[in-house]
């Protein structure tokens, strides 16, 4: 499954005028494969994933999350198609102080009312995938930066997405960490058949991607191009 977007418009009011975010943006991430998003702050990449992540319905155009055409589909519909076929990586991973690695893992999951023996089996997988399996037990303050964003990734994967959407996972994190990050992301998307949307800031390990492309003024650019070898 991958996820599609066809002639795709988006505008936000400012005073008597509209502002465009997006404008007729067209891109489709197959599964399996990762394609970078980059260009200037204001350019409309946060606005681009709120779309791909129907958090925000746009103006105009087409968005297909694997194989369903999210056109016309009321709030409870949205919601669902969210819980089990899109994954949200943030920016900050935003983990709750009181539960442990497997916890933050195991309450997305309980959205669904799953039976809790097969929700823990699950977050301890996750957690072994992201090379935290020995960290189960363990609150955020007791993790380093990477380690929380690696449970960010985790978490984003609890239910198994078709689709899944990373936003600047780097920018909290040093060279090192932030390229072991992205190239975390880059096997998981593999390994799991995902369609992979990463927005960063961080052009230094582009050639984790499959495909950069560049956001100026709500617009991809044309010459979309390989990523770096």
Known sequence: MSLYLSHVTLTYPDGAARVTALDDVRLDVPAGSLTAV???SGSGKSSLLAVAATLITPDRGQVVVAGTDTTGLG???LAALRRTRIGIVFQQPNLLASLTAAEQLQVMAHLDRRAPRTVRARALELLDAV???DQAGRRPHQLSGGQRQRINIARAL???PDVLLVDEPTSALDHERGAAIL???ATLTRERRTATVLVTHDESHLGV???VVTMVDGRL???TVPAPA
Do not use: F
């Open 131 to 133: 090379g935290l399996a």
């Open 209 to 211: 991607a499959d495909r």
């Open 221 to 223: 650019r044309a010459d």
């Open 75 to 77: 709030r409870p519909e």
């Open 183 to 185: 190239d975390l992301v």
């Open 158 to 160: 609890m239910n198994d």
């Open 38 to 40: 980059v260009g200037p």
